[in-house]
């Protein structure tokens, strides 16, 4: 059955007729016959490319049919647009993507396109991983977003840019470069989105530099749900520090001279503004999406009446530059041309293997160690040093989040930072934390080295989806053409004693622990916090990894290990830790004691208790929950034939699920338990330690488990 929009398209072309006699119109400002063509060239490839998607579908060769059909609009932005300005795109973008290939000699961005839509692993961005608009020659960033999670990581690009500027560095683009970051009105909605658009209000409020473009495509539905007639309007037609702009994206002329004007303000003025492009949608929200169920027929018609494609062969016949023939004619020898090339592909070969798809997640960490030296310490003034000593090495580094630079933080962990790398390199950030990522994704594709920090485990959670969904699938889904290094620190894990629940005493990590290609430190003493810390700004600046350090609150100041004043806790700052190398305390031949972070000095407390008692234990610090030292462990299991894990987190979903199967996989044919903390939140005061992992448990259990060999 032939698509409405197609059908529709050929018969009202056909019968335009130039309002003024031929040739009496001259195109407005800019925009010449000549480059109407070129634009509706873009918009017809588009068109062609959704039409294709749906065929290559139909005949079980292709598999993404989110189209950009009556978004064709969007090419009036990138023509307003360099080709050296960074763009971050929503999944409407082909004719934007079009246009923009058309500036950069030696592109052939239609069978990219279709590359992607039959999931082609030569496809050139993301290797038939996903159906992304994305491409380094063409500066735009690949995105999977359909919910505007890209917009923080847009506002910290347009950020990073001028702070760049400001410290005297390089990055990929420009010093007037732009950043354009385009959406949906459904997505407007999000909390994502308003949070970013915030976070820029508030930039421009403080005078800070932020050049951004948000380009909102507004066609009034998300899949099935309407947005209110007038909301973005209001919500951010009067934003102060946010300048509005409002274009018809079915007129051509229209939409081109507010592009223009809206990508010259913000290019001058280094402020946001916010374009808003009214659009259509046609052929619905895919290609399984029945609109007749939720949508009159009245509705559909007006909105093939408003069809971008004919706006513009309207124009086009108007200014004399095509006749309704030539443009029908236009219209099937771009048909013609997509489908030979779709022809071409679409039996290209796929992925073939789990090695070839999650190859640009491989990672070849460092094997080497580097052991500390100097004056004892506590594990945050080894924190403190350490950072301190990275940012007087590495000048493109920034450390941000909140509490950090005038305060010092929370806990003290970065005092000093401020005064020594200058409030340009140090600084705090306004209580987001979708934000605080955001600006360290911008960081990152600048090439920068950004530290930020999360001030609780559990404030991570609302902003999880920026390492999730953005930070370590943009490699993933460019084929590691793109990067965004950052070092993520992270206060967390529970036992702080007079300061106490839900929001302060996290144990959560599942939702770091699932995330592939993450880096997560654990730490527990001062040398390894020192160590690990530097382990992760090498592998973030070498090799682009996202690295998480989660810093265990309550070992922060500690001194001592079994009484005090002894300062067993205490140890020299410096030195590097390899990525996914545990270490071993003793060497008990009863038992081995796995865990990690507060549990370390649980166990070794523990330790010394059992062996009073005749049992002789080693315990093992995992120190790294991804990748987990398997290699290591398996090692120090096999020496004793029994392994307690020590698991501060929870039972469910907690670190020593993975620690268990890792043993089960490999073959351990050993004793195997496990001792955990509940399936609970933390709550407040003494009722903590009724469900939190205690020295007592981690004995108890070493005991039965020793017990159970005799």
């Excluded at 001194?559 to 806790?569: A, I, Q, S, T, V």
Aim: some cysteine.
């Amino acid at each position: 059955m032939p698509e409405p929009a197609d059908a529709h398209f050929l018969e009202a072309a056909a019968s335009l007729a130039p309002s003024p006699p031929s040739g009496a119109l001259t195109a407005p400002g800019p925009l010449t016959p000549e480059r109407c063509l070129e634009l509706f060239d873009a918009q017809l490839g588009s068109r062609h490319l959704d039409l294709a998607a749906r065929l290559l579908r139909a005949r079980g060769r292709g598999f993404y049919t989110i189209g950009s059909s009556g978004h064709e609009g969007n090419a009036a932005v990138a023509a307003a647009l360099r080709p050296d300005d960074p763009a971050l795109l929503h999944y409407r973008s082909g004719a934007f993507f079009l246009e923009r290939a058309r500036q950069v000699p030696g592109q052939t961005p239609l069978r990219d396109v279709l590359l992607g839509l039959v999931a082609a692993a030569e496809e050139p961005i993301a290797g038939g991983r996903h159906k992304v608009f994305g491409s380094g020659p063409l500066n735009v960033i690949p995105q999977t977003s359909t919910i505007a999670s890209h917009l923080p990581r847009a506002l910290g690009l347009a950020f990073a840019i001028e702070r760049a500027a400001r410290l005297g560095l390089a990055t990929p683009w420009p010093r007037d470069a732009v950043v354009v970051c385009s959406f949906g009105d459904a997505s407007a909605n999000h909390s994502t989105a308003a949070g970013a658009v915030n976070a820029a209000v508030n930039c421009a409020f403080q005078g800070l530099p932020l050049p951004l473009l948000l380009v909102c495509e507004d066609n009034g539905l998300g899949i099935s749900v309407r947005t209110a007639p007038g909301w973005i309007h209001a919500a951010y037609g009067s934003r102060p520090g946010l300048a509005y702009f409002h274009a018809d994206g079915c007129d051509l002329a229209d939409a081109f001279a507010v592009s223009a004007e809206a990508a010259a303000w913000v290019r001058e003025h280094r402020r946001p503004a916010f374009l808003h492009l009214r659009t259509v949608r046609l052929m619905g929200h895919a290609g399984s999406d029945a609109e007749s169920a939720y949508r009159t027929p009245a509705e559909l018609a007006a909105d093939l009446d408003r069809d971008p494609l004919l706006g513009t062969a309207r124009l086009l016949v108007d200014l004399g530059a095509a006749t309704p023939a030539g443009i029908t004619d236009r219209y099937e020898a771009k048909r013609a041309e997509v489908a030979a090339l779709a022809d071409e592909v679409a039996d290209a070969p796929r992925l073939s293997s789990a090695a070839e798809v999650m190859a640009p997640l491989r990672y070849t960490p460092s094997r080497c160690e580097r052991a500390p030296a100097g004056e004892p310490v506590t594990v945050a003034q080894a924190i403190n040093r350490t950072l301190a000593a990275l940012l007087d090495e590495r000048p493109g580094m920034v450390v941000f989040g909140e509490d950090v630079a005038r305060k010092g933080g929370v806990y003290g962990v970065t005092r000093g930072l401020l005064k020594r790398a200058g409030a340009a390199r140090v600084f705090d950030t306004i209580l987001d934390e979708q934000s605080v990522l955001g600006l360290a994704l911008g960081f990152g594709l600048a090439g920068m080295l950004p530290v930020p920090e999360i001030q609780y485990l559990a404030y991570l959670h609302n902003a999880a989806d920026q390492i999730r969904g953005e930070a370590a699938t943009l490699p993933f889904f460019s084929s590691g053409r793109y990067r965004n290094p950052m070092v993520v620190r992270i206060a967390g894990y529970a036992y702080q004693k007079g300061f106490g629940g839900h929001f302060h005493n996290d144990n959560a990590v599942a939702a770091l622990r699932d995330v592939p290609g993450l880096v997560i430190a654990s730490p527990a003493r001062p040398d390894d916090a020192a160590g690990m810390l530097r382990a992760c700004a090498d592998a973030a600046e070498r090799d682009g990894r996202v690295c998480a350090v989660l810093e265990p609150i309550a070992l922060y100041h500690v001194r001592d290990l079994h009484e005090d004043g002894d300062g067993g806790w205490l140890a020299p700052a410096g030195g590097t830790v390899p990525v996914g190398r545990a270490r071993t305390y003793g060497d008990g031949r009863d038992l081995t004691i796995a865990t990690f972070g507060n549990g370390v000095r649980m166990s070794l407390r523990a330790a010394r208790r059992l062996a009073a008692r005749g049992v002789r234990c080693r315990v093992l610090d995992l120190r790294w929950l991804a990748p987990l030292p398997v290699a290591d462990l398996l090692r120090e299991a096999r020496a004793t034939g029994a392994v307690l894990v020590a698991d501060e987190t929870r039972r469910t979903g907690g670190v020593s699920e993975g620690v268990l199967a890792a043993l089960a996989d490999a073959g351990f044919a050993g004793r195997a338990a496990r001792v955990a903390s509940e399936d609970s939140f933390i709550p407040l005061g003494d009722a903590a330690g009724r469900v939190l992992l205690s020295e007592r448990a981690i004995e108890d259990a070493a005991e039965a488990l020793v017990r159970s060999a005799r």
